[in-house]
């Protein structure tokens, strides 16, 4: 499963801006109405102006113009019935109601304008990202996976969180990360890590060199971080992107045993579930963000912890845990989880993201992804 979040779950539909045309209709036939029906003192033709506004705010140019159209009708034949054309008030409230019918015709097509460019690149970056964030197959080996990203933006959902799967000959290796920082550079970085393990995760023996491999792809890709500003001619060159690391957990889950095999670099420790209760595997020697460890040189040390059949391990994002209700309290991530029977992990990970969003208000600070993943038991006559 590769749940994605809407991209313009807030944008008004055909049906809904048809259904609400209704709305400036009415107030033209009441204001008329009522205007035709007061005393000869009291004028209420300038509040016509409402219906073309309103309707600037939900629907195309077409129908702004029309109601505009419709309003300035209206204001005519009220001023026939009450007086006459020619009367100077009138005249002044009709010209003033067909200029601001126009302009608001001209935001309204302007609006339109900036969605549909936004549709284009919503779009692009939909299709970018699938490309780049694959979804993860449903089932390998003897592991049964669901994985979700939830985007802050709706806007766009290029973001620089990234996890990807890979099937080797004794297990299955899994690379969950956040690339620090949004937008082309993040997906740049996110695409470079994403490729690096995918090459690399089936060829290198043990993890240590596949995180080595990792490092070397980001590190020597961006040069040295925090290094002197390079310089053209037109002086110097912003480094910030020289600045930016890559948090990661790459795990191996061997199909003979019960153990995961993981090296933290400097990612939020994986949970896993069992029986209702949650297990938090925390490393005794993280290590550096990829793209820092170069500078530190540091080593990768594998960590083991038990993962049974049954179980369920849950990767995650810190932009599942750094997500704050209207109070400015985080998400307690492994409180919402203790005490729940482990469920399959589709419908832990659809639980958990409604969860989140409603925790949020709705919005997101910042993006997040989780991946769950199942350990199944062995089958009848398998080794």
């Known amino acids: 499963m590769d749940v994605r979040r809407p991209l313009a779950d807030l944008r008004w539909t055909r049906q809904q801006s048809r259904a609400l045309v209704v709305i400036p209709l009415v107030l033209i036939v009441v204001i008329s109405v009522v205007d035709v029906l007061a005393p000869p003192e009291v004028h209420l033709g300038p509040l016509l102006v409402a219906a073309p506004a309103i309707t600037a705010s939900f629907a195309g140019p077409r129908t702004t113009a029309g109601v505009g159209a419709l309003a300035v009708l209206a204001q005519i034949v009220v001023a026939a019935l009450r007086t006459t054309l020619l009367d100077l008030n009138h005249s002044v409230q009709i010209a003033s109601l067909t200029v601001i019918s126009a302009l608001v015709t001209l935001f309204a097509y302007f609006r339109e304008e900036h969605d ?23 089932r390998m080996g003897r592991l049964r996976i669901a994985s979700v990203y939830l985007a ?39 695409s470079l890590l994403l490729g690096a393990f995918r090459a690399a995760a089936y060829r290198q023996p043990d993890l240590p060199a596949l995180v080595a491999h990792l490092e070397g792809a980001v590190f020597g890709a961006r040069g040295v971080p925090g290094g002197p500003a390079e310089e053209d001619e037109d002086g110097p060159v912003d480094d910030s992107t020289q600045e930016s690391f890559i948090t990661a957990v790459v795990l191996d889950i061997p199909d003979d045993g019960s153990t995961i095999r993981l090296v933290d670099c400097g990612h939020p420790p994986p949970l896993v579930l069992r029986g209702g209760r949650v297990r938090s595997l925390d490393v005794r020697q993280p290590a550096p963000p990829l793209g820092l460890t170069g500078l530190l040189d540091a080593g990768f040390v594998v960590e083991s912890f038990a993962f049974e059949p049954g179980d369920i391990a849950l990767l995650y994002t810190d932009g599942v845990i750094e997500a704050r209700d209207h109070a400015g309290a985080f998400y307690p991530l492994a409180e919402r989880l203790a005490g729940r029977p482990p469920s399959d992990p589709q419908t ?20 997040a992804a989780m991946v769950a993943i199942e350990r199944l038991p062995a089958e009848p006559g398998s080794p």
């Not at 699938?130 to 449903?138: D, K, Q």
């Not at 832990?348 to 993006?367: F, N, P, Q, T």
């Open 152 to 190: 802050a933006e709706a806007e766009a959902q290029i973001g620089g969180d990234l996890y990807a799967a890979v099937r080797t000959g004794r297990g299955t290796r899994f690379l969950v990360g956040d690339v620090r920082g949004k937008g082309l550079a993040a997906i740049s970085d996110a």
């Open 116 to 138: 549909r460019k936004m549709s284009q690149l919503r779009s692009v970056a939909e299709a970018a990202q699938t490309v780049v964030l694959r979804p993860l197959p449903h």
């Open 348 to 367: 832990l990970l659809r639980r958990l993201s409604a969860d989140l969003i409603a925790h949020a208000g709705g919005r997101l600070g910042d993006d």
